[in-house]
């Protein structure tokens, strides 16, 4: 079986000719790096929190869209661009909203992000083997 490409209008759109919001392969969906933007392509103010909020509920979009859910999710990987001030605030968002059991996890201070300047952005890979 192929790979399939999702898109969905329900979360922000890839650039084009750049890359896939998720592309599932045979029992995995790997899903891009999101950050903290609406669909409309707006940026979130406010808090690390509040993008994260978004950053999640977007990628939930894409992983409906490629028929699985947050509960699907076994891999995350987190960019942070003020690991040592934002680690504990993340993590308060990130324990509301991801379901047991968490995914494994890698958490990554970066010197800087794309997108307008963003402090956080996350990539899931799913499973529903």
Do not use: H
């Not at 993008?51 to 992983?63: D, G, P, S």
């Not at 003020?82 to 059991?101: I, R």
């Amino acid at each position: 079986m192929p790979a399939q490409i999702t898109l969905t209008t329900d979360a922000p759109a890839p650039l084009p000719g750049i890359y896939s919001q998720a592309v599932r392969a045979g029992n995995y969906v790997y899903c891009s790096g999101s950050v903290g933007m609406t669909a409309d392509g707006k940026m979130v103010e406010g808090t690390v929190q509040d993008r994260t909020r978004q950053i999640i509920q977007n990628l939930e979009a894409v992983l409906k869209a490629s028929g699985m859910t947050l509960g699907n999710v076994v891999k995350a990987n987190i960019f942070l661009s003020k690991l040592s001030q934002d680690f504990s605030t993340f993590n308060e968002v990130w324990t509301e909203l991801m379901p047991e059991p968490k995914p494994a996890r890698t958490c990554i201070g970066v010197a800087e992000l794309p997108a307008g300047g963003t402090d956080v952005e996350i990539e899931f890979v799913a499973y529903d083997g």
